[in-house]
């Protein structure tokens, strides 16, 4: 274990750098879809990078508790740019 106060490793600051990145990605993909809605191309496009190819089509279940379905991927999308939770899976 590093002494706290210490600086990260260099692996560490890779891991820790990579998840910035990522999550400034995600970030940014919010942005998009806040400002251009989820019938723009662009977001349409993302989204379809993040589903395998196909936006889901239907109600969408979530793994958050409280929340468990959303009616459509835009939905669900606009709520994880809400809260925060980039990640959350379907």
């Known amino acids: 274990a590093q002494q706290a106060g210490t600086p990260l490793s260099d692996q560490e600051y890779r891991q820790f750098f990579k998840f910035l990145q ?3 990605q995600a970030s940014t ?3 998009l879809r ?3 809605g989820c019938q ?3 977001v349409q496009t993302l989204d379809k990078y993040e589903n395998h190819g196909v ?3 239907g109600p969408i279940c ?4 409280g929340n468990p379905f959303f009616p459509n991927f835009c939905t669900f999308s606009f709520y994880r740019c ?3 939770k980039y ?3 379907v």
Do not use: G, M
Not at 62 to 65: G, H, N
């Open 22 to 24: 990522v999550t400034f």
């Open 29 to 31: 993909a919010c942005h």
């Open 34 to 36: 806040e400002l251009y």
């Open 40 to 42: 723009n191309s662009l």
């Open 55 to 57: 936006i889901p089509q």
């Open 62 to 65: 979530s793994e958050r508790p």
């Open 82 to 84: 809400i809260k925060k």
């Open 87 to 89: 990640f959350l899976k």
